[in-house]
């Protein structure tokens, strides 16, 4: 009888599978695929998944060795988990033991056991729900803590608490013993035998109804739908009633979200409308509650998981609906390691489940709409705001000539302080932050730029610092030129923290919050700023490309985008769709309850074909013209593109590394798939590394994966290769 062949993923850079023989003295057949092995391999041993058993080897049987033990008594991962972690490893030309490892949580790659312990909840007692918070004001962390438990409705577990505030414990403590909090251990119960509902739906109007029916329809069934839903149309208010009917029937439901700062508000909604356990996936959790979420989910004790891109892996025991929000946010993109689309990889994991997906955005991806007019997706429309809420007054605001005031024309001083009288709030929007992009000698002209880097240091005025957002370096602020030794420095260009201050000169008795990465640092501080927002003790919001998202500002009258020229202009194609998005985005802020919205552009460039198509006819003409651009110059979604990037430490290594590519490519290329370049990329040099890349572009995608099927398994073999950082982007959002 031949021997068994264990067959197995490892995580490792390497493009295949690895050969074991079955444990010693244990039946192989006996085991499943999808088990985690514990391998020797090297003079290590490491965590493996099998994933086939067979009876034939590239290696004799004497040398191969014993898998040393079998971690699961059953699959940690089941057929369908491993066909499309298969499918996605052979799309993305990524090596199968390292996507496997996205998919899993840490503490299961490390071969620890699956475990799940109850999971602490802590509620209001009588007492805490009529105790006032100011109370406490001398002890301001049990203060902000208690204000927690009396704006939400419902108990809190200990992964919301770490998800508000990373250092909640002592401060729960002290409340625990003034007898304000009690704690509750909770017992994970079948998510089939709890009650669905805690407060019914809203009413919906004709349009949301018709997507609820059109999407409940396919319950059970494979289809692709495209939410295309105006700023405050009520597309959530969609998900909860489709998501009631799939809880309905016993399943569970998927929600993905592009950032972690979205994922509190949406949690609130759903804690508010269902009854069932919702479980939370992304970084701002332990690695504990990570694995406990993921656990609840595969044994179906949880009914629904909200989570960021990597939470799209997560097994499922009963699945029925999954829904991406944003669908069109560069975010679902991974951008280093396994280059994943979470978005296309949703659509694949529909499709093998027999399930619906719903793809909800208000200004969706030129892809999605491409794939709407193939009918591969189905559109549902919502083209009101929901309830009173009007649709916001868009205006260009020509700054040409005009004075300007560290970013803020007269007139749009003019404007904030009409919107202010009236106790309405005023939203800015700068994609920028820190003080300014640029700190140069007004006399000689140095400019103080990155050493490791192609790109200027940005000053960061109160930490008296430059940073390079790039490679995060840093350096003291300086006072005194260092070619000259005796010019001025000065800072050029508008970066949050400078518009900050000028805000704060121009109206003194305003107050204004700054939302960007670095005024959110520390754990808790946004969903505290929203929460002052909201109750009305902030006149003016500033920030970064966090507000273009999902927050729901009742009382933000007039929004005003500082800069929108500075995206108008560049060499990646994407810019352009990527403008208009967060344009559109930025604009829904605008007038969400009764009172009507305005949303000014302070512009430059008043004429631009892009800013004149959005105000005069709105995002759909934009994408309908932008697609047809794409289409004469036979870009993506109407051909298909792989990005080889490559950097080295030495500029001539990446040199090296093509010209032995190019044979290779020469020789397997049928002609049909263009080779773009090798080119420096557009920041040819970060982070001390030389970085070039190579563009393959063809309009047939099963082409272009068979010819970077056989370059990738050629590249392994180039001693080149081992002299440079390479890796593939298939679909690249950028080509930065």
Not at 294 to 323: D, E, Y
Request: glycine share 6%.
């Amino acid at each position: 009888m031949k021997p068994l062949i264990f067959k197995v993923a490892l995580p490792v850079p390497l493009y295949r599978l690895f050969d074991y023989l079955p444990p010693e003295g244990v039946d192989g057949a006996l085991i499943k695929p999808g088990v985690r092995l514990e391998v020797p391999f090297g003079k290590d041993t490491k965590t493996a998944v099998l994933i086939e058993i067979c009876e034939h080897s590239e290696l004799s049987t004497d040398k191969l060795k014993h898998v040393l033990s079998v971690l699961d008594d059953k699959p940690l991962l089941s057929a369908k988990d491993l066909q499309l972690l298969q499918w996605a490893s052979h799309y993305y030309h990524h090596p199968l033991g390292e996507v496997i490892s996205t998919a899993i949580p840490n503490a299961l790659r490390q071969g620890k056991a699956m475990t799940i312990k109850a999971e602490k909840h802590y509620a209001l007692t009588e007492l805490g729900r009529t105790t006032d918070s100011n109370t406490l004001k001398r002890s301001p962390k049990q203060k902000c803590v208690l204000d927690k438990f009396q704006s939400s409705t419902l108990d809190l577990s200990e992964a919301e608490l770490t998800a508000w505030n990373n250092h909640w414990r002592p401060a729960v403590t002290a409340l625990i013993r003034k007898e304000l909090v009690s704690i509750e251990l909770t017992e994970s119960v079948s998510a089939e035998s709890k009650a669905i509902i805690r407060n019914p739906p809203l009413n919906c109007n004709s349009q949301q109804q018709q997507a609820i029916d059109s999407v409940c329809q396919k319950l059970g069934q494979f289809g692709v739908f495209l939410l295309e839903g105006v700023t405050g149309s009520g597309k959530t208010e969609v998900y909860l009633q489709i998501i009631q009917s799939v809880l309905a029937r016993g399943q569970q439901v998927l929600i993905l979200v592009p950032e972690i700062t979205l994922t509190p508000q949406l949690e609130d909604r759903f804690k508010q409308r269902f009854a069932v356990d919702i479980a939370l996936s992304h970084s701002n959790l332990t690695d504990k509650q990570r694995q406990a979420a993921w656990v609840q989910m595969k044994q179906g004790t949880c009914s629904i998981m909200l989570g960021t891109r990597s939470a799209l892996f997560t097994p499922l025991k009963n699945p029925g609906l999954i829904i991406l929000d944003e669908e069109h946010d560069a975010s679902f993109k991974q951008q280093e390691g396994f280059r994943f689309s979470a978005r296309d990889i949703a659509v694949v994991r529909a499709k093998q489940l027999h399930i619906p997906v719903l793809l909800g955005s208000a200004t969706p991806s030129l892809e999605s709409l491409y794939n709407v007019d193939k009918q591969r997706y189905q559109l549902l429309h919502l083209p009101e705001r929901a309830g009173t809420a009007l649709a916001p007054v868009l205006q260009l605001m020509d700054i040409r000539n005009k004075r300007i005031q560290e970013g803020l024309s007269e007139a749009l001083v003019v404007e904030m302080h009409k919107t202010l009288a009236k106790n309405e709030q005023v939203l800015l929007f700068l994609n920028r932050r820190g003080f300014a992009p640029t700190l140069i000698c007004h006399s000689c002209g140095w400019v103080a730029r990155c050493q490791r880097c192609d790109a200027n240091m940005v000053i960061h005025f109160d930490e008296a610092h430059l940073k390079c957002h790039h490679c995060g370096q840093e350096q003291a602020l300086l006072k005194q030129c260092p070619a000259c030794k005796a010019g001025e420095l000065i800072p050029l260009g508008l970066g949050t923290e400078r518009v900050e201050k000028a805000l704060a000169d121009i109206f003194k008795d305003k107050v204004t919050v700054r939302l960007d990465r670095d005024s959110t640092q520390r754990k808790g501080s946004l969903e505290n700023y929203l929460q002052q927002i909201n109750v009305g003790q902030v006149d003016i919001i500033l920030g970064t490309q966090m507000l273009a998202k999902g927050h729901h500002f009742p009382n933000v009258t007039l929004v005003a985008i500082l800069d929108v020229d500075s995206g108008l202009f560049s060499i990646d194609f994407h810019v352009a769709e990527k403008l208009a998005q967060m344009i559109v985005q930025v604009s829904g802020r605008a007038g969400r309850a009764e009172k009507p919205g305005k949303v000014i552009m302070q512009t430059r460039q008043p004429d631009h074909p892009l800013l004149v198509t959005l105000i005069q006819q709105g995002y759909r003409s934009f994408a309908k013209s932008a697609l047809q651009e794409r289409k004469a110059a036979a870009l993506p979604p109407f051909s298909y593109q792989a990005l080889l990037r490559v950097q080295s430490v030495d500029i001539k290594m990446p040199q090296d590394f093509f010209k032995a590519l190019a044979g290779l490519i020469e020789k397997h290329n049928t002609g049909q798939t263009q080779i773009l370049g090798p080119v420096f990329a557009p920041m040819a040099r970060r982070a001390g590394l030389y970085r070039y890349q190579l563009l393959f572009q063809n309009v047939r995608r099963q082409e272009l994966h068979v010819l970077l099927d056989a370059l990738i398994t050629e590249i392994a073999k180039l001693k080149q290769a081992k002299k440079v950082r390479w890796s593939l982007d298939v679909d690249p959002v950028d080509l930065y």
